[in-house]
């Protein structure tokens, strides 16, 4: 765990932090970062960076290299089970980034681990925790998780039993300090529990539709790096919208235009809009993340406070 300046983590009245029970992905997209070389037009990873940083410091989470087209050293997929008791211990109340530094719904996550990780939420309705992926179909196929036994099981029910059995501690996908019979405790989908897909151009908008698809409280969309128009975009059930520029060295610019247009549309679907910055190449801003010297009508930022659950 550790505490965290990312700006929409910071709801009032809640310690911002973020927890990797996962670490590593691979890029997919141009949202996951700058490019790395010419006729690289899927980027590089300010996580990527930081693992190959973490790894030459010798932090044992970040030994496991990933593949050099995608991912880098001390980017390997890997799943960290010891980190998952974690949140237990907390008793104050917290806005939990899970896996800053990786993907829940990369295909090398397991099912049973990702079950694992929504038991931890489960057992800590103190907390809210958000969830960020560019893999948003993969988390619909799992959460919802289609019966395949020959019972005519709802949607989610093989899930949330596969939730309780991390919670049964004799297990073996037990997760320590967990009280057990989970299933009977909770309600669905968990209302602690907000998640969201990264959408960065127009031809990704499809990742909104595999939100839609997903048993979630809370669905958001980061636009951040916005790195074009999203005018195929649909809000239709989506909670919050994240928007930021790209504010790495040589960073790409945001056209406050397309800033403009986005929260419109938010407004027309009665979606939360939180302006987290204005990339780096926007002049007199610095980074982007001065208040003070944006334009008036892009100072928004806004929780979906009233869609949540959260125990006090």
């Not at 010798?58 to 799943?79: I, L, W």
């Not at 998952?84 to 829940?104: A, E, I």
């Not at 059930?237 to 790495?248: F, L, Y």
Request: hydrophobic share 35%.
């Amino acid at each position: 765990m550790a505490e965290t300046s990312i700006e929409w983590t910071q709801r009032p009245g809640t310690k911002g932090v973020t927890w990797n029970p996962s670490t590593g992905c691979d890029k997919i997209s141009a949202g996951c970062g700058l490019p790395r070389f010419p006729g690289d037009d899927t980027g590089g990873c300010y996580a990527m960076a930081m693992a190959k940083r973490l790894k030459a410091m010798g932090q044992a989470k970040y030994q496991n290299d990933g593949d050099p087209r995608t991912s880098g050293p001390g980017f390997g997929v890997t799943m960290h089970t010891d980190v998952l008791p974690q949140p237990l211990k907390w008793r104050d109340p917290r806005t939990v980034f899970v896996n800053s530094m990786s993907d829940l719904g990369h295909a090398r996550i397991s099912r049973e681990f990702v079950a694992q990780v929504w038991a931890v939420m489960a057992a800590t309705p103190q907390h809210v925790y958000q969830i960020l992926s560019k893999r948003p179909e993969r988390m619909a196929r799992i959460l919802n998780d289609e019966c395949r036994c020959g019972s005519g099981h709802a949607p989610g029910v093989h899930f949330r039993s596969a939730m309780d059995w991390a919670s049964t501690p004799h297990s073996p996908t037990y997760v320590p300090g967990m009280q057990p019979g989970l299933y009977h405790r909770i309600t669905w989908p968990l209302p602690n529990v907000w998640v969201g897909t990264s959408i960065e151009l127009d031809k990704h908008v499809d990742r909104a539709d595999a939100l839609r698809a997903t048993p979630a409280a809370v669905r958001f969309i980061s636009a951040e790096p916005l790195l074009g128009p999203l005018p195929s975009l649909d809000l239709t059930g989506i909670d919050q919208i994240i928007i930021g520029g790209e504010s790495g060295p040589g960073s790409r610019p945001m056209d406050l235009g397309w800033v403009r247009e986005l929260i419109s549309m938010a407004r027309d679907a009665d979606t939360a809009v939180f302006v987290k910055q204005l990339g780096l190449r926007w002049a007199g801003s610095g980074k982007g993340g001065d208040w003070t010297a944006w334009p008036e009508d892009l100072r928004i930022r806004e929780y979906p406070a009233d869609r949540v659950a959260v125990a006090s």
